[in-house]
């Protein structure tokens, strides 16, 4: 089932057109990472995905009864949220606001933050100030407070940037597992390789033109061969690849 359909979609901002003709559906259980150059439209198409965007004319559709208040969101890290004076768990709660207005948390949504904070493995931290965490343990904290607000979907933007190898490659198997899980995800990000290696399917946005599809077919293609060794690792080619990231 496509959880997103989006049907000749231009989008931009200030009357500015950043993406046109876009035709694509997102079934339920992918894991797409959207990569492109600097100014390529990521984060134009993400910001409507949101709903903090309009489209400038097409439609995006959700289906499986999925709302945009809905869907998890993890920006990029700011300096802001590294010096976030609370608690984990206080940080992790505050997500499940998305969804019901009120001051007070109900006895579900504790429960909700708690399997999230383990679904994580930041449960044993949940009483540490926030700010006193390393930049892994931070990123972890604000993906659980993401997965509060969802069952259904994510939208990731880079969330290893800043991280070091160690932190990059378990945020990536946690969010592979979180996939594996029946969580929809939808990344942003410049590491083309880390992209191809992980995701399912990719969208590469590039001036006047877009490619979507597996990460397989991505590596056959015109534009996933001039971003990429053109050797391919899978099965059916048996060989090595090497790629970088995109500036």
Do not use: W
């Amino acid at each position: 089932m496509a959880l997103i359909e989006i049907k000749n979609a231009s989008m931009g901002y200030e009357g500015k057109i950043v993406l046109s003709d876009i035709n694509l559906k997102i079934n339920e259980g992918d894991y797409v990472c959207i990569v492109g150059e600097n100014g390529s439209g990521k984060t134009t198409l993400m910001k409507c995905l949101l709903g903090l965007l309009s489209v400038q004319s097409g439609s995006i559709s959700y289906g499986d009864g999925l709302k945009q208040s809905e869907i998890g969101y993890l920006p990029q890290q700011t300096v802001l949220q590294k010096d976030f004076p609370a608690s984990v768990s206080e940080v992790v709660l505050s997500g499940c606001l998305n969804k019901k207005h009120t001051l007070f948390y109900s006895k579900e949504q504790k429960e909700t933050a708690a399997k999230n904070m383990e679904l994580t493995g930041i449960y044993p931290l949940r009483k540490k100030c926030f700010r006193e965490l390393s930049g892994g343990q931070r990123q972890r904290v604000l993906l659980a407070r993401a997965l509060c607000a969802t069952h259904k979907l994510l939208i990731l933007d880079e969330p290893v940037t800043g991280l070091d190898p160690k932190a990059s490659a378990d945020m990536y198997a946690l969010i592979k597992n979180l996939n594996k899980n029946d969580i929809t995800i939808i990344m942003v990000s410049h590491d083309i390789t880390a992209s191809v290696n992980n995701a399912s399917k990719i969208l590469h946005l590039s001036k006047n033109t877009y490619f979507y599809g597996t990460a397989h077919q991505y590596l056959h293609s015109d534009i996933g061969r001039k971003f990429m060794i053109t050797d391919c690792p899978c099965d059916d080619c048996r060989h090595n690849h090497r790629g970088g990231a995109l500036q």
